[in-house]
């Protein structure tokens, strides 16, 4: 048994050290201590990593009955039998072998996930370009006071917030993530402090009783001083962790300064507004050659053009630019409430970014503010950790106000030069008109539809996130006919190591809504009644999703099993049917937290959607993209809207 009482009286005399001496021994002088940290947790960073429990590996027999349970929907009866045999076939063969070379290799490393190396590796790998294909956009919601989205501002303050956010990770004094099922009840100081003093191999479960569950962190060493530098066939992951600078691009030019002085304190508010303020005043003219365009191209290609720069001259420069604690962008451009221009230049930029840093945080002419992630370090767990925290902070308790004067103390500001030769001005050149003549082709629009809200949709008792699917599913329906390979993000971040797993939100129940609904005159109680069993199924296939008890990873992994010991391809990933349902026609993921006002992502196929969206308390919200050649996003949008109008009709009736 677990003595309370005895933990609570080691509060003062082990707790309060831990946070006074250890953390804080790296510091010569600390300055102002509150001013270092966004947070000081009583409960440490990692305290919960030791305990997590670990990703599940699904028995096969169920990833077989789920992967059949998916592809219903979307195949023929004839298509379908097939698929039920290739499937029952590699259950009973090659697939029982491939699941115990998989859970012996999972045995061997239990310090990680099954997926973890396959899905680093599966990012790393890819050849295609980051922006559009891979980095999402996530744009905050504007400081309801004006003044304060002045763009050197808010730049300012995102700056010292995301600093402060940094400096408390590295210290271990940023909250540990956690899901609270009831908060009232364990987001408390009980919990903190009960949970803070377990040792970390027992941690979780002192969670767990107070059904409270901590989330993987191991990402958030990813979100400063990284950079993903591109090599031929695969890229790698560069950190350096003990970063002191940030780099700084306005108009393609380059600019660094440490937010960090000698001691490792932050620079005062008024000082890190006055290096910005040179930046912001400096009037060279804009780059001839915005060496940023490069990291817009094929990776192989980027890869060779490294080479060519590191070899003439500019390797100390990149260098410079790797590991910097994170890339702010400083854009002339003015959104002005243009909802179609801020989705495009977040997501496409321009020469003017850095696509290879972990994260660009972008900072437009008005003060429109957001971020543009590279992904392959990790998903959207960690970065809207980040967001939130940041947001909360600059809008409520910002340091730096609308008349605060810039210092002239600890100005570092250094204009990074590259020299570059006529081979690498003809690589930006290239880049230049390729990426401009790609982005052409992209159709983006968005929709916010006031008819439903969140609470709505939990009113008439049915999942939001439902809702928003079914929505897409009709949407897609009304303009083609047919039902396709839908992808869903879910994460997996309740164990350790976990990263994604995919919900395939088109099910027989979907389907049976849309052909009722476009095909029949049927009654709105009988599709009242389908809708609910909709938003059951899909309430269940999130909850497997997110309980490691998905199906696409775990065949994903099986496949990767027979690459690695050169055993032939099971027939069953060569199927017709895998290649079907794999092909993300609708490619979704939800970006819904209070801090956010827009986000999105690129189409993963050429002839697909992809389709960032949000159920916010006033409105459902989706940004949809698409191939020009091959759909028209405002064309989805329409049908879109009339699908929620639909939904809304048959709700409220």
């Known amino acids: ?148 989205n002045n763009q050197l501002v808010r730049a300012t ?19 540990p993530e956690v899901f609270h099922l009831n908060a009232k009840k364990s987001n408390t100081e009980f919990f903190r402090t009960f949970t803070g003093m377990l040792p970390e191999a027992v941690s979780w479960y002192g969670a767990y009783l107070m059904k ?55 620079l005062s508010p008024t000082e890190l507004l006055g290096n910005l303020s040179r930046i912001l005043n400096d009037p060279s003219p804009k780059a001839d050659h915005p060496l940023g365009i490069l990291t817009t191209q094929n990776r192989d290609d980027w890869a060779r053009q490294r080479v060519h720069l590191e070899e003439t001259g500019n390797g100390e420069t990149l260098r410079k630019i790797d590991s910097a604690i994170f890339n702010l962008v400083l854009d002339d451009i003015v959104i002005d409430d243009n909802k179609h221009l801020l989705l495009r230049h977040f997501l496409q930029g321009d020469s003017n970014k850095w696509f290879d840093k972990s994260f660009n945080l972008i900072v437009t ?63 930006v050149t290239k880049a230049l008109k390729d990426y401009k003549n790609w982005c052409d082709t992209i159709s983006i629009d968005y929709i916010l539809y006031e008819g439903l809200t969140k609470e709505a949709c939990k009113k008439f008792k049915v999942s939001p996130d439902c809702i928003m699917q079914l929505g897409f599913q009709a949407a ?27 919900m395939r939100p088109c099910t027989d129940h979907t389907k049976l809504f849309c052909d009722k609904l476009h095909l029949n005159n049927s009654p709105k109680e009988e599709l009242r009644s389908i809708m609910a069993e909709c938003s059951i199924y899909h309430s269940e296939l999130v909850k497997q999703a997110a309980m490691g008890q998905g199906f696409d990873r775990h065949l994903f992994a099986l496949r990767k099993i027979a690459e690695e010991n050169n055993l032939r391809t099971p027939e069953l990933f060569d199927s017709y049917e895998y290649k079907y349902l794999n092909k993300s026609i609708l490619s979704t993921s939800t970006l819904s937290a209070p801090s956010v006002m827009a986000g999105g992502f690129g189409p993963v196929v050429k002839e697909g959607f992809g389709i960032g969206y949000s159920a916010f308390p006033d409105k459902l919200g989706a940004a949809v993209t698409s191939y020009k050649p091959h759909n028209d996003s405002s064309q989805f949008i329409e049908a879109l809207h009339k699908s929620f109008l639909d939904i809304t009709k048959i709700l409220s009736g």
């Not at 699904?58 to 097939?82: C, D, V």
């Not at 999402?136 to 309801?144: E, G």
């Not at 947001?391 to 500001?413: A, F, L, M």
């Not at 897609?476 to 994604?500: D, N, P």
């Open 212 to 266: 409270a569950f901590p989330l993987d962190m191991s990402q958030f060493v990813g979100l400063f001083g990284s950079t993903r530098i591109p090599k031929l066939t695969k890229d790698k992951i560069f950190r350096d962790p003990t970063s002191k600078h940030v780099v700084v691009q306005k108009n393609g030019n380059f600019y660094a300064f440490d937010v960090l002085d000698a001691d490792g304190n932050i």
């Open 157 to 175: 303050n995102l700056l010292i917030s995301s600093v402060r956010f940094m400096e408390s990770l590295r210290e271990q004094i940023l909250e």
């Open 365 to 427: 002419g008005d003060g429109v503010s957001g971020v543009n992630f590279e992904h392959s370090w990790g998903d959207g767990v960690a970065v809207l950790r980040f967001f939130q925290d940041v947001y909360n902070e600059t809008t409520t308790k910002p340091y730096i106000h609308p008349d605060s004067k810039p210092s002239d103390n600890n100005i570092s500001v250094q204009k990074l030069e590259f020299n570059l030769d006529d081979k690498s001005k003809g690589f």
């Open 476 to 502: 897609y329906h009304l303009l083609h006919g047919a039902f396709v390979g839908t992808y869903e993000s879910c994460s997996t971040s309740a164990f350790k190591h976990g990263r994604t797993e995919t």
């Open 1 to 148: 048994m677990i003595n309370v009482h005895k933990i609570f009286n080691k509060e003062n005399t082990v707790l309060r050290s831990f946070i006074q001496r250890k953390n804080f021994s790296k510091r010569k002088n600390i300055r102002d201590i509150e001013y270092q940290y966004i947070q000081k947790s009583k409960v440490p960073t990692m305290h919960f990593q030791k305990s997590l429990p670990r990703l599940p590996i699904p028995e096969l027999s169920k990833s077989g009955e789920r992967y059949l349970n998916a592809l219903r929907p979307l195949l023929n009866s004839e298509h379908y039998a097939a698929a039920e045999h290739r499937t029952n076939d590699f259950i009973a063969k090659e697939g029982k072998n491939l699941q115990s070379e998989l859970i012996a290799k999972d045995k061997r490393n239990k310090h990680t996930s099954y997926i973890s190396e396959y899905w680093f590796d599966l990012y790393l790998r890819d050849r295609v370009p980051l922006p559009i294909n891979y980095n999402p956009l996530i744009v905050f919601q504007n400081d309801s006071r004006p003044a304060y």
